[in-house]
T-cell receptor, first 114, second 115 residues
Framework: GESVGLHLPTLSVQEGDNSIINCAYSNSASDYFIWYKQESGKGPQFIIDIRSNMDKRQGQRVTVLLNKTVKHLSLQIAATQPGDSAVYFCAESSVWAGSYQLTFGKGTKLSVIP | SAVISQKPSRDICQRGTSLTIQCQVDSQVTMMFWYRQQPGQSLTLIATANQGSEATYESGFVIDKFPISRPNLTFSTLTVSNMSPEDSSIYLC????????????FGQGTRLTVV
């Protein structure tokens, strides 16, 4: 079904600080999670993923944390830069559903203050 | 990774008309999807485009309104039929491999305005 029509939550961060973006998911059977970055006028771009048998995964300047107990996912961006300003979406999928489709969270708009 | 090209990138259409959006992937992919994203909102799945068979539609979306074709493993089209201003949105094509833990790639989107 459609998402409720709400404005995106916004996170404002000073350049150089660390950013933490949170996401709650609803399907306890989800076994794969992805963070996407969407800049204005562009499609979502893959940042990092994590499987349900892990609780942490690190990439370049980004870390994803997964807490299956409370169905919570977070994206940490170290030393946030102006180029990180975008909308960030978490997405989940569950292979048991057999369709490989992704379900997206509501998104968070990150604004970096120079 | 896969590169996905969508066209048109944007269009302004009269109500009552139809628009077909094309999605081309630079490699063969098993799964292709179509999403809608209204301004300031998240992505909502319209349907899964199945190669060689009818698309699988999500609740709230029907084939008569959003007919989809997928003639091969690299190409799909989405038609928005009998458009109304409520159809104004961004439409996104996505592709994904069949591996359990593979990310989905997205086109740049088609920004549709219906007047």
């Amino acid at each position: 079904g459609e998402s409720v029509g709400l404005h995106l939550p916004t996170l404002s961060v000073q350049e150089g600080d660390n950013s933490i973006i949170n996401c709650a998911y609803s399907n306890s059977a989800s076994d794969y999670f992805i963070w996407y970055k969407q800049e204005s006028g562009k499609g979502p771009q893959f940042i990092i993923d994590i499987r349900s048998n892990m609780d942490k995964r690190q990439g370049q300047r980004v870390t994803v944390l997964l807490n299956k107990t409370v169905k919570h996912l977070s994206l940490q961006i170290a030393a946030t830069q102006p180029g990180d300003s975008a909308v960030y979406f978490c997405a989940e999928s569950s292979v048991w559903a057999g369709s490989y489709q992704l379900t997206f969270g509501k998104g968070t708009k990150l604004s970096v203050i120079p | 990774s896969a590169v996905i090209s969508q066209k048109p990138s944007r269009d302004i259409c009269q109500r009552g008309t139809s628009l077909t959006i094309q999605c081309q992937v630079d490699s063969q992919v098993t799964m292709m999807f179509w999403y809608r994203q209204q301004p300031g909102q998240s992505l909502t799945l319209i349907a899964t485009a199945n190669q060689g068979s009818e698309a699988t539609y999500e609740s709230g979306f029907v084939i008569d309104k959003f007919p989809i074709s997928r003639p091969n493993l690299t190409f799909s089209t989405l038609t928005v039929s009998n458009m109304s201003p409520e159809d104004s949105s961004i439409y996104l094509c996505s592709a994904r491999g069949t591996g359990q833990f593979t990310e989905a790639f997205f086109g740049q989107g088609t920004r549709l305005t219906v007047v």
